[in-house]
């Protein structure tokens, strides 16, 4: 199994930063970030898959969040720059996997971390 464990999550004013790692005991091809607000369906926030060096980040925080990934350390991050009140969300690193000729996709039955919580006021 792997283990996903997430930190970094804090309150912060409107135009703040945040800096969330992800420390995993084994790398997937796949890593992402996901983030659920209340009352809202999980949504894919930015993943990178290393097979291809490709890097998705959602059009609702491209130009303010980036993903990255140390590889020595096993460590996920994202960082989150001009978080806006709409960024408030549990925030959850993922290990995905192939599915078809998708090399790099996240369901439930992939790894998950407990999450950490941003909120922007």
């Known amino acids: 199994d792997v283990q996903l464990v997430e930190s970094g999550g804090g309150s912060v004013q409107a135009g703040g930063s945040l800096r969330l790692s992800c420390a995993a005991s084994a790398f997937s091809l796949c890593m992402g970030w996901f983030r659920q607000a209340p009352g809202k369906e999980r949504e894919a926030v930015a993943a990178?898959?290393?097979?291809?060096?490709?890097?998705y980040v959602a059009d609702s925080v491209k130009g303010r969040f980036a993903i990255s990934q140390d590889n020595v350390k096993n460590v996920l991050y994202l960082q989150m720059d001009s978080l806006q009140p709409e960024d408030t969300a549990m925030y959850y690193c993922?290990?995905?996997?192939?599915?078809?000729?998708?090399?790099?996709?996240?369901?439930?039955?992939?790894?998950w971390g407990q999450g950490t919580q941003v909120t922007v006021s």
């Open positions: 990178h898959y290393t097979g291809t060096a490709t890097t």
């Open positions: 993922a290990a995905g996997g192939a599915s078809g000729l998708d090399p790099c996709t996240f369901s439930d039955s992939n790894y």
